[in-house]
């Protein structure tokens, strides 16, 4: 019985600490995406749709670039420092990364600028001025270097460290876009200057903390460490570019620039169960996966957190679908209203997204990494028929749909090959359960009439305050699992209730 009751122990502490560390980045998540969200009456009425569609395609043509330059560093990274046994060798592994990221940088800005003019004629047409991918190749490249430094964060596990730097980034960035869209009328131009004046000041400040506290040294050995092991995540990377992504390039051919503006405003709001929920646990799980694997209970840890996850993650995209409509009509302008019918397709694509990272736990223990990059270029390789298919007859319809299914299909697959590379059982059938009951509740809601919108808001919120009920009917949850979830929750008032302390004495 005090063996049982220590194993218990244990597995709450250790799901406690991951819970402890996803609430912190949640909370920098929501608030760097506030602050954003509180921005999108601002840039839709100092940007034309056209001139947000044009962003959105830097934004993607860059980020692709990323896919390759990356490399899995941070995946390897965050592996190599658990795995090193002394703090010197965990030093070696910090400095190697960012050597080689500092390097891989700026050959690659020092390479690309004499392509900048070609480049932008091919990807945005020859009335878009050149300057505008210049000022995106110049921000991305700081940004990369810059996130060796915040992937050292994670894997000290300084997760508050981490999201300050992330809300004062957004904040300046923020702030930047106001002076220079608003007050000094440069419209789109701010907004990519803006992004460059604040990555430079990351790369500077981050950098010199960096290198510090780490000093500077260099490993080969280490380096191709790394490098065999993060390397088969750019295959990974770039299929899942092209899940997120390659839908607003066949928007853009095969319907307008605008269609890919207003496409873009619907897919950020599905885009925030990500945000919110998904990365912020993806951060915390990239490191924290390997320390429990060294428990030796790790099998009901990682079982527990699976549905414990999931459950959270299907709870929050069922929100987010069900006051999709009302959200877009009070925050947008007009022009972009016909955006809320994309958002509960993309948000449910974010939550197999999400479901399908959980899954690819055991690829990663076994250090079979090729294989995340297999299943991913078949999602890619479907993403892209899905696309052109659906979008050339049904328009962002058609673009979102491609995105779910696309995202669906990753998840079976990384739930194969895992099993096949590290069996851990999961308890696949009931987390399927959790989601069938939300896309019930999610009809229902769409069903409701809309008399009045007082009377839709309050029916639908009546409907999310019962689905949890009735998860608890439909006895998804084991008796170990809600004794898990009696614990978090008094740990997360424990942690309300000692910084209200806090700030009462201090006051």
């Known amino acids: ?33 506030a602050l954003g969200f509180l921005m999108l009456p601002f840039y839709t009425r100092y940007l034309l749709p056209s001139d947000y569609g044009v962003l959105e395609i830097l934004d993607l043509s860059i980020s692709l670039l ?20 002394t703090a010197e060798r965990k030093r070696q592994v910090v400095s190697t990364a960012f050597l080689v990221t500092a390097a891989t940088g700026l050959i ?26 210049l000022l995106s190749l110049c921000s991305f490249v700081l940004a990369y270097i810059a996130n060796l430094p915040r992937t050292y964060l994670r894997a000290i596990e300084a997760s508050g460290a981490f999201v300050v730097v992330d809300v004062v980034v957004l904040f300046l960035n923020l702030l930047l876009n106001i002076y220079f869209s608003a007050v000094l009328k440069m419209g789109l131009a701010g907004i990519l200057l803006s992004s460059l004046v604040v990555a430079g000041l990351q790369v500077v400040v981050l950098s010199a903390w960096t290198l510090h506290r780490v000093g ?19 295959l990974s990377n770039l299929a899942i570019y092209t899940l997120n992504f390659s839908d607003r390039f066949f928007l853009q051919h095969l319907q307008s620039l605008d269609v890919v503006g207003i496409y873009a405003v619907g897919y950020k709001f599905g885009y925030m169960l990500n945000y919110l929920l998904v990365q912020p646990f993806f951060v915390m799980w990239q490191s924290r996966m390997y320390l429990i694997h060294a428990e030796p209970d790790h099998v009901r840890i ?16 069922l929100g ?22 994309v958002i509960p397709l993309v948000t449910a694509a974010y939550l197999f997204c999400g479901v399908g990272y959980f899954l690819q736990l055991g690829m990663f223990l076994a250090g079979k990494t090729y294989l995340v990059g297999i299943v991913s270029a078949g999602a890619a390789v479907l993403n892209l028929g899905l696309n052109y298919l659906l979008v050339l007859h049904f328009g962002m ?22 099993q096949k590379a590290f069996p851990i059982p999961l308890a696949i059938g009931r987390v399927a359960r959790i989601i069938a009951l939300a896309v019930g509740f999610y009809l229902v809601a769409r069903s409701l009439p809309s008399a009045s919108l007082a009377f839709v808001l309050v029916a639908k919120t009546t409907l999310l305050l019962i689905f949890p009920v009735a998860l608890w009917n439909a006895r998804v949850f084991s008796a170990a699992e809600m004794e898990t979830l009696t614990a978090t929750k008094d740990m997360l008032i424990g942690m309300v209730w000692s910084k209200g302390r806090r700030k009462v004495v201090n006051a």
């Open 1 to 33: 019985m005090t063996a049982s009751s220590n194993d218990n122990d244990i597995i709450q502490r250790q799901i406690g600490t991951a819970v402890r560390h996803s609430v912190v980045y949640g909370l920098g998540s929501m608030a760097v995406k």
């Open 66 to 85: 990323g896919m390759f330059l990356n490399m899995g560093i941070t995946a390897a990274l965050l592996r190599s420092y658990a795995a090193a046994e």
């Open 108 to 133: 690659t800005l020092l390479v690309s600028v004499g392509l900048v003019s070609p480049i932008s004629r091919l990807l945005l047409g020859p009335t878009v001025p050149s300057r505008y991918l």
């Open 216 to 234: 500077i040294g260099f490993s080969r050995k280490l380096m191709q460490e790394m490098a065999r092991f993060g390397l088969p995540l750019i």
């Open 302 to 317: 990682f079982g527990q957190i699976f549905v414990l996850y999931s459950a959270l993650l299907t709870y929050g995209a």
């Open 320 to 341: 987010l679908s069900v006051f999709s409509a009302e959200t877009v009509r009070a925050m947008v302008d007009a022009r972009f209203q016909s955006s809320q019918e």
């Open 397 to 418: 319809i058609g673009a979102a749909w491609a995105t779910l299914l696309s995202f669906m299909a990753i998840t079976v697959g990384n739930y194969w090959l895992s």
